[in-house]
C-alpha cells in the first residue's frame, strides 16, 4: 500500500513542478512618465556649465545683464547672440582696467558683447555690417562692431581690437553663445576721440576802412564841388565880358 501510494504521488509532483515552472508569471509594470518640459533659458546656467567664464559672469551679475538675458530671451522672439570673452582674454586686458570702469561704461561694455538677434554659424557670411548691439550707436567712434569670414574662420574688428569666433559654446535657434579669444573694445571707450567738428568759415563782410570807403564818399563831393567852381566861373565870365562887349560898341 505505501509503495502504491509513493508510486503515484512521485509523477503528481513532478507535473506541480512543471506546470509552475511553463505559468507565467504577470509583473507590474512601472507606468511610463512624459518627460518634465524644458525649463526657461537661462544664460548663466549655461556659462557656469561650460566653464571658464567666472569674470564674465561677475560682469553680468554686477550690471544684472545676464536677467535683462534671460527675460528678453523668454519674453522676444528675436533671438540673442552672445560672444564670451573667457578668462584668459579677460586676463589679458591691461591690469586694474576693468576697476576703472564707471558703472555705466560695464554696462556699455558686456552689452558691447551682446546682439540683440539670432545668428547662425552660416550667417555671419551674409552679416550687415556694423553689426549693432545692444549698446546701440554703430557710427565710426561710438560701438561699430565689424563680421568678416574667411573660409570657416570667423573674425571680429572693434575698431579697437580684433577677436576670432573660437567655437560654439551653445545654440537652440534662439541664443547662440561664442567663445571669443578676446574681449571686445569698443572705440567709445578705449579709441581715439573723435575729431572736433570742422570750424565754419565766417561770412566776409564789407570792408568798413575808412581809408577804403573814403574815396567813394568823395568822390560826390568833389563833383559837386567842380560843377559848383565851373558854374561860378562861367558866371564871373559873364559879368566881366558883358560891360566890355557894350563899351566896344559905343566907341
Known sequence: MTSS???????????????????????SQPTATAPP?????????ILEKAGQYTVLLRLFHMTRLGDQINTQLNNSDQGITLFAPTDNA????KPGLLNSLSDQ?????????????????????????????????????????????????????????NATVANSIYT????????????????????????????????????????????????????ADVSSGVGLNQNLLGFIVGPAVIVMFCL
Open 105 to 161: 561704461q560695464k554696462v556699455e561694455l558686456v552689452q558691447f558683447h551682446v546682439v540683440p538677434m539670432f545668428l547662425s554659424t552660416s550667417q555671419f557670411q551674409t552679416v550687415s555690417n556694423p553689426l549693432r548691439t545692444q549698446a546701440g550707436d554703430t557710427t565710426r567712434y561710438t560701438f561699430p562692431l565689424n563680421i568678416t569670414t574667411n573660409g570657416n574662420q570667423v573674425n571680429i574688428s572693434t575698431g579697437v581690437v
Open 172 to 223: 537652440d535657434g534662439s541664443l547662440a553663445v561664442y567663445q571669443v579669444d578676446t574681449v571686445l573694445l569698443p572705440m567709445r571707450m578705449f579709441g581715439p576721440p573723435a575729431p572736433a567738428p570742422a570750424a565754419v568759415p565766417a561770412k566776409k563782410g564789407k570792408k568798413t576802412n575808412a581809408g577804403d570807403d573814403s574815396p567813394a564818399a568823395d568822390d560826390g563831393r568833389v563833383s
Open 37 to 45: 518640459p524644458p525649463g526657461p533659458t537661462n544664460i548663466t546656467k
Open 5 to 27: 501510494f509513493q508510486f503515484f504521488t512521485f509523477p503528481l509532483c513532478i507535473l506541480l513542478i512543471l506546470h509552475s515552472s511553463t505559468t507565467p508569471t504577470t509583473l
Open 90 to 93: 579677460f586676463s589679458a586686458l
